[in-house]
């Protein structure tokens, strides 16, 4: 591997991992960053390619087992601690920073496995990075078959997003499905036989507990916007309405709580 220690905070090499404080959305950009040692090992074991590891001083021994076969030849850029928080632009205390190429995403084609039960995720709008983090984290927790994302939504890739998924935004497959989302939606249903299950704050809708699910069955979960919640031509798409109960009061839950409860529900359902 690589290592290649450098002290110049103006050279070139470093410029991806340039004032990522400023930087956090790089939806615009081919590259993406990670953040943290979790995240970084991860995208060295996934099929993104690497471009570069920045790291601090300390952490080298503990990055040289990842940085074998496909990846011996990563460039690894070494920095003393104080260098790597004035490159950056805020404290460092995660040691660890990675540069990624996004790739094009899969087809919905892809990711169907006939004859096996499986979940899947959509998104129509959640634009807050840290809920689609969290999101993304409890899918793969769940063995979320792939997340679709629409127009409404933040950057998957975005540095705060893999890091608040711990990763998993790399591991689990993402379709940026944009303005076609609903004939994604519309194909897991009609072509796929995958049961669409709509998410609301309604009393009217059926209570969670009492939801369930033909066996190996396999579904899609349509969350709502953080604040709107999910719009009624999304719903209308859907076979079930489900609601999870709360106490009188309780206005709603973070979108990420809500994902963990519903998708606990239905993983655990065969």
Known sequence: MPLIPLSDLDDPRLDLFRNLKKTNSTRWSPHFITEGKKPTRRLLESDFPVTSILISEKFVDMLRPHLSGDRSDVPVFILPQAVCQMLVGYTFHCGMLGCGLRQKPPQLAELIRPGIR????????????????????????????????????????????????????IRIPIIEAGEDLP????????????????????E???PLERA???????????????????????????????????????????????????????????
């Open 204 to 206: 009217a809708a059926v």
């Open 212 to 270: 369930t699910i033909a066996p190996q069955r396999s579904c899609a979960l349509l969350l709502g916007n953080e604040d709107a919640g999910l719009d009624r031509n999304w719903i209308e798409l859907c076979q079930r309405v489900v609601t999870i109960p709360m106490h009188h009061g309780t206005d709603s839950l973070n979108v990420s709580v809500a994902a963990g409860i519903l998708l606990h529900h239905f993983a655990n359902r065969s």
């Open 118 to 169: 499986q979940l899947f995720v959509v998104c129509p709008s959640t634009e807050n990075q840290d809920n689609l983090g969290a999101i993304l984290r409890i899918a793969a927790s769940f063995g979320v078959s792939g997340l679709l994302l629409g127009k409404g939504c933040c950057d998957p890739f975005s540095r705060r997003t893999i890091r608040v998924s711990m990763g998993n935004a």
């Open 183 to 202: 004939d994604l939606v519309r194909e897991l249903r009609d072509q796929h036989n995958v049961e669409l299950i709509a998410s609301v704050l309604d």
